[in-house]
């Protein structure tokens, strides 16, 4: 029984260690001569003209979070409409209950005007 502990331990000491060592390696090992010219903002090779910060609306933020959850929500259902013939009943409904979920989220995000261009 503290055999199976002794795979735990090594797996959460072989977990945590991977990416910490991967994190800081580079940062030990790699050259550092730093210089104006290097810490000038890059922008496609263009040279940067007053302020480099633009502030965008939030509005692009909200199209790209409902775009993901309809994204998710394909992905989701993708599968269950492939086997939809072989679910039982209670899979379907449960499927349902999902689009209606999602769907209630569309009509809040429409009458919120989320979704209107401005």
């Known amino acids: 029984m503290q055999a199976y502990w002794v795979y735990i331990g090594i797996f959460l000491i072989v977990a945590l260690g991977f990416p910490t060592i991967a994190v ?47 994204d998710i929500e394909t992905i989701f259902l993708f599968p269950w409409a492939v086997s939809l013939g072989k679910l039982p009943l209670f899979a379907v409904i449960e499927g349902v209950i999902f689009i209606v979920i999602l769907l209630a989220g569309l009509v809040y995000a429409l009458r919120e005007g989320a979704l209107a261009w401005s």
């Open 24 to 70: 800081t390696l580079p940062a030990l090992i790699s050259p550092r001569k730093p210089n104006r010219r290097k810490q000038e903002v890059y922008e496609c090779g263009i040279e940067t003209k007053g302020n480099v910060r633009v502030q965008f609306k939030t509005q692009y933020y909200i199209y790209a979070l409902l775009f993901l959850v309809f």
